[in-house]
């Protein structure tokens, strides 16, 4: 796909994704325009402060107004939409809120998208809506498929939607690094499982994923990535090794492993060198058509979980990339070899 004639708009586009995405978007792709859509005209004033206003346009608007988000969509070529409350304790105590950004919120996204005839939009989801047990998980379910049905709406004109879902963000607002970089100033890290284990994907690496979605997509799928596990015990020893780690039982919501794949989604999701495609089991779905080249059956009974992942980071391999993202120096002690 030739980047440099899209316009593309980004809603949440002051989030973590938001920052990590127009970076990459200026740094490598060189698209004509991106289009910033978020409520925080404090942090788009940062943004522009930080990036100019060449390349990105900052528009200040919410997804749960669907005649601004119209307006904002108005000659794009690619949305990606990554608005959302994301904190699970904030959800719970703000059920309707969170109904209105994550659910309400990708309803109108679709609409307009329609109306104006947006050609590709892609929807940032989560392992939290695998099987969801909180209520931010349930409406990152019911984002995803009101995202993948619209495509039922959009008859023979150019507009396809789809969705990438992939696991915890290292260090993104809100997740458990920056806390255990907190903590480790008490001298004590709070560990809510000792078995638990997590998959990890870094920024650049879930932008880097969602744009070649983007240029795959053919409307209807969602993206799997494939990533590396980790247990949290072991990532609170490469953070602060010398701490006390205190076991403070599972928080309301919360899972002891994480699942990207079902074994009932497994049945019409296919297998390639670095991810999977969940493909609609809907008429308007031609497998024989839109299969991409090289795709492969998943194993009856097949799921993709965090405790069972084949793919696991050393000790090591957490402390460099830590260092690589910037939340640990090269000074801080390394971890322990393994025995």
């Known amino acids: ?40 005209e404090l942090k788009q004033h ?22 601004r988000l119209r307006r904002a969509l108005e000659g794009v070529d690619i949305a990606v939409h990554a608005a959302a409350l994301k904190q699970v304790p904030a959800c719970e105590y703000n059920p309707f809120e969170a109904v209105k950004t994550n659910i309400l919120g990708a309803q109108n996204l679709a609409n307009a998208a329609l109306d104006v005839g947006v050609p590709r939009v892609m929807a940032i989801s989560t392992d939290k809506a695998v099987n969801p047990v909180n ?44 806390l255990f970089l907190e903590q480790r100033k008490t001298g004590a890290l709070s560990i809510t499982h000792p078995e638990m284990t997590r998959f990890w994907i870094t920024l650049p690496q879930a932008v880097r994923f969602v744009c070649s979605c983007i240029e795959a997509m053919n409307g209807g799928e969602v993206f799997v990535p494939k990533i590396p596990s980790t247990r949290v ?21 919360e899972k002891i492993h994480e699942v990207l794949l079902t074994e009932e989604e497994s049945r019409h999701s296919v297998e390639l060198e670095d991810h999977f495609v969940i493909e609609p089991e809907f008429h308007w779905w031609d497998p024989d058509i839109r299969r991409p080249p090289g795709a492969r059956a998943l ?5 993709y979980a965090s405790d069972t992942n084949e793919q696991w980071l050393t000790n090591q ?6 260092v690589q993202q910037g939340f640990l120096s090269s000074t801080d002690p390394r971890p322990a070899p393994a025995c």
Not at 299 to 303: I, K, L, Q, V
Request: aromatic fraction near 10%; charge should be positive; glycine fraction near 10%.
């Open 1 to 40: 796909m030739d980047w440099s004639n899209k316009t593309i708009l980004i809603t949440g586009g002051t989030g973590s994704f938001g920052k990590a995405f127009l970076r990459a978007m200026l740094e490598e792709y060189h698209p004509q325009t991106v289009r910033i859509y978020s409520r925080d």
């Open 46 to 67: 940062e943004m522009r402060l930080l990036y100019g206003e060449d390349v990105p346009r900052y528009l200040v608007g919410d997804v749960r107004d669907e005649i």
């Open 135 to 178: 209520l931010y998980g349930a409406t990152k379910l019911c984002q995803e498929r009101i995202i993948i049905q619209a495509n039922v709406y959009s008859g023979g004109r150019d507009v396809r939607f789809a969705c990438v879902r992939y696991g915890n963000v290292v260090g993104s607002r809100g997740s458990v690094v920056p």
């Open 233 to 253: 015990v072991d990532l609170a020893r490469v953070i602060a090794p010398q701490c006390e780690q205190k076991i403070i039982g599972i928080r309301p919501g």
């Open 299 to 303: 194993p009856e009974r097949f799921r």
């Open 317 to 322: 391999e957490v402390y460099d990339l830590l």
